[in-house]
């Protein structure tokens, strides 16, 4: 039970981090509310580190770089995020998002790719993603 | 209508490739060291960013209100619910309910115009249109015995 509420918030919570930052953007601009709301989440993030130190900064010379530097991804992220929220509203971008992401990362896990665990191809998959893609034309008209 | 469609689908193959990385990072550090190196990364590169597009605008601030500097939180918080909802369940099935609360929530913040969101009228037509997403979410997720890589959890 106390595992499907921290999941069932954690969805909550990541909609309702693209609509506060839709919002504030409105206000600030959205370059600046990226900025804003990853700086604060840092030092929180940070601050609860300095107290659980679950690793430190020697791990980090046995990671490929360019998995290190993939958070800065996290600015375009946000700022397209904002952006297609404002154009066709929330129900729209979440379902493409998670759409083009599920997709994403189902290819790489049947290609394998950055050394991701192999997956099959399965039909089960096309016929979800299928149904995925329906929904989201349903809900365009 | 297009370009929000693109920025959606720019957004969700970049978070797909984020979550991959930052579980490759993962590995080796742990949840927190990994959380703040992303968020410090963003941060950075958002500013950057601001620069190039914007100049000194990016620091002009305008009329913030307090909450705006709180609302970074709420990726804490979604890094502790993910966590933890993995942990205690299934991975397979923790992903599943979470991306149904996404579409749920999202539905509900349109329909009532909640913070600033243009108001979307709730029609049948929605509500059909989300529970055929969520449905394929669960076949997707849950039929075929895949093995979850962990890679699919949304930190950003």
Sequence with gaps: MKGILFSFFGGAFITLQGVANSRI????????????????????????LLFIRDGNWQSFKQVNPIYMISGALGAIVIFSDITAIQQIGATLTISILMIAQLSLTFI????????????????PQFIGMGMMILGVVILGF | MITGLLFATVAGLLVSLQNIF???????????????????????????????????????????????????LIGVG?????????????????????????????????????????????????LIGVLVIVAGIYVFKLSGGRKENESEQSCT
Aim: a neutral charge.
């Design chain 1, 25 to 48: 953007s409105q206000d600030i601009g959205t370059w600046q509310a990226a900025m804003i709301t990853q700086f604060t989440g840092f030092l929180v993030a940070f601050i609860i």
């Design chain 1, 108 to 123: 790489i896990e049947i290609k394998g790719w950055f050394g991701v665990v192999k997956q099959k191809m399965k039909l």
């Design chain 2, 22 to 72: 930052n579980s490759k990072v993962n590995e080796r550090s742990g949840t927190w060291t990994t959380t703040t190196l992303v968020l410090g990364l963003g941060f950075l590169a958002s500013l950057i960013m601001g620069l190039l597009f914007e100049g000194k605008e990016q620091f002009s601030l305008g009329n913030t209100e307090i909450w705006y500097w709180f609302a970074g």
């Design chain 2, 78 to 126: 979604v890094v502790i619910c993910l966590v933890n909802g993995i942990k205690l369940l299934d991975p397979t099935y923790a992903i599943s309910i979470a991306l149904t609360s996404q579409v749920g929530f999202a539905l509900l913040f349109d329909s009532f115009g909640w913070l600033g969101l243009e108001k979307v009228p709730f029609t049948v037509n929605k």
